[in-house]
């Protein structure tokens, strides 16, 4: 199941429509079953079961002609960590270690409060930019050796995967908490509650948070020119070197896109957090929560009061009430479109077509030639299995002629795929084309059952 998820939302495209995820899921099912795969179920039970299992989650965007369906934050961690347990990154490397080493070193430096020794370490620095730079002038220049460049930018290419696939959490976290946000505002017993006081102050309280912080400042940092401008050049600069040579074309890809796809990403992330933030206001200032929250009370009171009958009435006890239920099916309004007429009209007047020369004989010729004739390759295999308890496509080809030419040799290969059974070694089969011409070819060796006689009797 995490292989077709892979395929189908974490390859080039995250997002489909329920249409055409449907229609690829059918497509993935099919291959799986012809490889001997059991999948019993059609793609709308998949889908349903996926959505119920947490797998998938499923959003209506404003302005979408239909659903569209994503994975979701635990598929996509179920997915990486298959992937490192089937592709595991080496688990020391030198450029692991120092970019480790680094950090704690800058740790250290930017959290200590003695002057002193912050200015001794600064002095140490800028006396070893002097060496540097004198170095340089000297036309001395020291490079990564190639082997440890090119584990750099490996290790550089997983923390970036990484850093994209955190945007998805990102945006989970943030729609949990709206979610958090709404039931506050619905199980706030007051007329007037903190969430409340917050938001008719003009408080962005998903911006507040402490998740909000941090996304607002990264999102900063990512959309600042000097910084991209930088970013953007380094990668040109890196993917330009001899050592990138020894990189893969995807992990090259990767590097090229990489902007791109934190800017997406991002780009994604921020606009959620902004939806959020707006709906939430406008959930609050279009009295709306009150409704929800008469609703919830009404629901409450009901629910105790069935918990009160419970002690007193049998569930299967005529209480003399009829409730009657309607048998209409029940859609959303947001399903419907208005027909509009002047999309389907004709740009002129109807014109008499020419009269055709072909006729039907030469009609049903053309769909012969172009697609197989199985009910007629089913008749004959049926025949035969009245006669004999296994049939070969030897015996098949020997008694009926391949009208089709090779189309029937295929059709009868395809067949017995489906419904017989297809044994590892090769037969030699002949035919007449149907060009008159004799024709001989090596196939695999196939058999029709007995037992499956009534899977051809169509």
């Known amino acids: 199941m995490l292989g077709v998820l892979q395929e189908l939302l974490l390859r080039d495209e995250k997002v489909l429509p329920a249409s055409a995820l449907l229609e690829r899921l059918r497509q993935e099912l099919q291959a799986l079953k012809q490889a001997g795969e059991d ?7 998949y889908l349903a079961l996926w ?14 002609q239909e659903e569209q369906y994503e994975l979701t934050t635990d598929a996509i961690t179920a997915i990486r960590f298959l992937q490192g347990v089937l592709q595991p990154r080496a688990t020391a490397t030198e450029s692991r270690l120092a970019t480790v080493m680094q950090q704690l070193t800058k740790l250290a430096e930017d959290t200590n409060p003695d002057p002193t020794s912050r200015r ?22 020291e490079t990564l050796p190639p082997e440890r460049a090119v584990e750099r930018a490996r290790d550089i290419i997983g923390l970036a ?5 955190d945007f998805r959490r990102v945006r989970g976290d943030f729609d949990q908490l709206n979610r958090q946000l709404r039931a506050d505002l619905l199980n706030n017993e007051g007329s007037r509650g903190q969430v409340l006081e917050q938001l008719f102050a003009g408080m962005d309280l998903i911006g507040e948070t402490a998740a909000g912080k941090t996304f607002y ?21 890196v993917l330009g070197r001899d050592f990138a040579g020894q990189l893969s074309a995807g992990e090259k890809r990767f590097l090229r896109h990489l902007t791109n796809r934190l800017l997406d990403e991002g780009g994604s992330v921020h606009e959620v ?3 959020f933030s707006r709906s939430l206001r406008s959930f609050v200032q279009s009295r709306e929560y009150l409704e929800q929250r008469r609703f919830n009370a009404v629901l409450r009171e009901s629910q105790r009061d069935a918990l009160t009958a419970k002690d007193y ?13 309607t048998s209409a099916k029940l859609r959303s309004a947001s399903q419907w479109h208005l027909y509009n007429p002047s999309e389907r009209m004709a740009s002129r007047g109807m014109e008499d077509a020419p009269d055709s020369s072909m006729s039907l004989h030469d009609i049903a010729s053309m769909v012969r030639n172009s697609e197989i004739d199985f009910g007629l390759l089913r008749r004959n ?12 496509i030897e015996e098949l080809l020997r008694v009926y002629p391949a009208t089709q030419g090779l189309g029937s040799v295929v059709g009868y290969i395809y067949l017995a795929l489906r419904h017989g059974q297809v044994t590892p070694s090769n037969v030699q089969v002949s035919w007449t084309g149907m060009d008159s011409v004799e024709r001989s070819a090596t196939v695999p060796a196939v058999y029709f059952m007995k037992e499956k006689e009534r899977e051809f009797a169509r």
Request: proline share 5%; hydrophobic share 45%.
């Open 51 to 64: 959505l119920n299992e947490g797998w998938l989650t499923r959003r209506l965007p404003p302005g979408a």
């Open 217 to 237: 400042a990264f999102w900063r940092l990512l959309t600042d020119i000097e910084q991209a401008t930088i970013f953007s050049e380094s990668l040109t600069e």
């Open 120 to 141: 001794a370490a600064l002095l140490a620095e800028r006396e070893r930019i002097d060496r540097e730079l004198e170095q340089l002038g000297k036309g001395i220049v």
């Open 313 to 325: 009435l049998r569930p299967n006890q005529d209480v003399g009430f009829e409730l009657w239920l």
């Open 381 to 392: 295999i049926y025949e035969l299995l009245q006669q004999s308890s296994v049939v070969s």
């Open 161 to 165: 995967d990484e850093l994209v696939a």
């Open 39 to 45: 999948m019993p179920q059609p793609a709308q039970a």
């Open 273 to 275: 957090l902004q939806t």
